[in-house]
């Protein structure tokens, strides 16, 4: 049930418009009376419109792409055979498909029952003669049904319409998302035409029936052929910083790119040793180390990899980065000179990731780090240095996780960073902490943050943990540890828990938050 300033509002799963008439939110669950009956709410996400549009998760606004000449800003106009108008209090006109923005308002076609009638088409002016070779089309993407499903894009040659891509059964082919493969070879709901570059004024979108709804048409030059990026760790300095990405996409400032054609090389001093399904994949939103990254995929598994670094000999800290914009990361190992670093990469969901972390020994000159899944594995980065710079490693890694729970930049806009103050009275550690390294604490319940510079408070330590949970449920419980001292190899492993219905170690997950 969702309330608002105390009176009902809704009591279904959905998706609501909240009027700004209130200054407070209630979001509650009801049993109905029924005592074997579970109130559980899943998700709660409350968006500020025109920051985020529920159709992507949040921070995930593919950018405009700045060499777009479909702008009204560059002379472009925009005619549609229909549009909707003050429906539901808003209006869904042609020329928001030349604006600029890639999500939030859009182009809505006469749908409404009893007088909708297709054919259905918009026509983008360009105001004077462009040479073009890519048209972007982004669709409207609540769910697969909002998609077009058939439609033609043309340029205007002449007098005539030249079709330069014909789609048939569109939303069939966006299922296959579902497959691994395929959720690293699209983005969900964006199509992209390429064709021979072709002059023209004008392009045009027909939809055979009487439903169309369209955020932006990007209409581009010819792509340029590119060079696949080349870097070296020849006089990189003892921090090596890894991007993995596409040829095309940004490479953080001082990182080392990594591609699909990043083949090892003794001039390179890095690469690719044997990897193959090679997925580079770049969602065009967020940081240059989170927005792209590269996978491997088969939907029939396994597909495992191996990324070398030329290193003298040592021991050494690492640290990966595993996190896509749009999807969850399937589970997947690493492993460092043959040692296991991490035997369960795994997020929880989209715009997430999670860190690996490691400490090897080099002895044959080389680092040899391998990557290993059912179905799929994926690197967004990959920071080395000996062991005595932990701490340059941790700098490298935390902004990255930094980025991925912000998303985009413009998450930042219009906020400001309040920094959690340390307690009043702070757990000292014991005699066996000091000797052990690390504190062990917990807050009172999972929802509390834990900040990472933090000591943990009086009262915080823990001995043990205790859940309440009933038949089926899965119950989360968390604790954290306080490092008095750099930790190395560091492994959690679980018992069984005792009590009622006792719950052996293998049904136990653990997962690291942060």
């Known amino acids: 049930a969702l309330y608002i300033d105390g009176s009902f509002a809704a009591g279904t799963t959905g998706k609501f418009t909240i009027p700004d008439t209130g200054d407070r939110l209630f979001v509650g669950t009801n049993s109905k009376g029924e005592e074997s009956a579970e109130s559980i709410i899943d998700d709660f996400q409350l968006f500020s ?10 921070g995930m606004v593919p950018s405009h792409d700045p060499d777009d000449y479909a702008v009204s800003a560059l002379g472009a106009t925009a005619t ?16 928001v498909v030349i604006d600029g923005k890639v999500a939030g308002a859009y182009w809505a076609s006469d749908f409404i029952f009893g007088t909708a009638e297709g054919p259905q088409w918009l026509e983008i002016d360009l105001g004077e003669p462009r040479e073009i070779g890519r048209i972007y089309l982004y669709m409207v993407n609540t769910n697969v049904g909002t998609l077009l499903n058939d439609f033609t894009l043309s340029v205007r040659q002449g007098d005539e319409w030249v079709p330069v891509a014909e789609v048939s059964n569109y939303q069939e082919g966006v299922r ?5 493969v395929g959720r690293y070879k699209q ?24 439903t169309a709804r369209v955020h932006e048409i990007e209409v581009l030059p010819p792509a340029t052929a590119t060079e696949p990026l080349v870097g070296t760790i020849r006089g990189a300095g003892p921090v090596l910083k890894f991007d993995f990405g596409t040829n095309t996409s940004a490479v953080a400032e001082g990182w080392l790119p990594v591609t699909e054609s990043s083949t090892y090389s003794e001039s390179a001093g890095y690469g690719w040793l044997d990897a193959e399904d090679l997925l580079p994949t770049d969602r065009r939103s967020g940081y240059p180390v989170t927005r792209d990254f590269v996978a491997a995929a088969r939907d029939d598994g396994p597909v495992s990899g191996t990324f070398a670094v030329d290193l003298p000999n040592g021991r050494y800290a690492l640290a990966a980065v595993s996190g896509d914009l749009a999807f969850a990361v399937e ?9 296991t670093i991490a035997p369960r990469v795994i997020t929880a969901d989209s715009n997430d990731a999670v860190r690996s972390n490691g400490v090897v020994a080099v002895e044959d000159g080389r680092l040899d780090i391998g990557l290993a899944g059912e179905k799929a594995w994926l690197l967004n980065a990959l920071v080395v240095a000996p062991v005595e710079q932990l701490d340059e490693v941790e700098a490298a890694v935390v902004p990255v996780m930094d980025q991925f729970a912000i998303g985009s930049e413009d998450f930042l806009k219009g906020l400001n960073e309040v920094r959690p103050e340390a307690p009043a009275s702070v757990l000292q550690p014991t005699a066996t902490d000091r000797e052990r390294g690390y504190q062990v604490f917990a807050h009172e319940t999972y929802l509390e943050h834990i900040h990472r510079d933090v000591p943990p408070a009086q009262g915080e330590a823990i001995e043990g943990l205790t859940l309440f949970a009933t038949p089926g449920e899965r119950e989360p419980v968390t604790f954290a540890l306080h490092a008095l001292e750099p930790l190395h190899g560091v492994r959690v492993t679980p018992g069984a828990l005792t009590g009622p219905g006792n719950i052996p170690a293998e049904n136990i997950e653990v997962h690291l938050i942060h």
């Open 187 to 210: 983005s969900y709901g964006v199509y992209h035409a390429e064709f021979e570059p072709m002059t023209t004024t004008a392009v045009r979108l027909d939809v055979p029936i009487s």
């Open 80 to 95: 549609a055979s229909t549009e909707i108008m003050n429906f539901k209090g808003r209006d869904y006109p042609a020329d």
């Open 331 to 339: 589970p997947f190992s690493i492993t460092a000179e043959g040692e």
């Open 176 to 180: 296959s998302l579902e497959s691994l």
């Open 49 to 58: 419109e025109p920051k985020f549009h529920p159709n992507f998760p949040a």
